[in-house]
């Protein structure tokens, strides 16, 4: 007896598509937190201007080619494996919060969760499953 697998493109019960930019961005976000660790063991100046252009970039591309769902799924997703690969490329715990952060978001996240580094990862996770849920 032939078992033939089928991935549908589309619609319930099957793999959509859409997702794939997600799952093909994350290799590159985790391969982004090895080099700036690397940057920041040797002093190197980390351009975080740079870092978030690629991911605003990239949520642009996906709005345009699959909606708003996936291209706040993109930032969210960025803000969740980037920080956490950082942090575990520089040997660090996962929840670390700089004293000072350098980069207008973890000046943000700062503000908003003081050194509570959980507590926004958590955030992103829940509202993660929720756009994606709404997609």
Not at 90 to 117: A, C, H, T, W
């Amino acid at each position: 007896m032939e078992h033939h697998i089928w991935i549908r493109c589309s619609g319930r019960g099957g793999f959509n598509m859409e997702y794939l930019i997600l799952v093909a961005y994350i290799p590159f976000i985790i391969w982004l937190a090895w080099d700036n660790s690397k940057r920041i063991k040797q002093g190197k100046i980390i351009h975080h201007w740079l870092n978030g252009s690629l991911h605003i970039l990239t949520a642009i591309t996906a709005l345009c080619f699959e909606g708003w769902q996936i291209a706040v799924a993109v930032l969210l997703v960025a803000r969740i494996v980037f920080n956490t690969a950082l942090n575990l490329f520089r040997g660090l715990p996962i929840d670390y919060v700089s004293q000072k952060p350098k980069s207008m978001v973890d000046k943000v996240e700062k503000k908003l969760f003081g050194n509570n580094g959980w507590l926004p990862l958590i955030i992103y996770s829940i509202l993660l499953t929720w756009v994606l849920v709404q997609h």
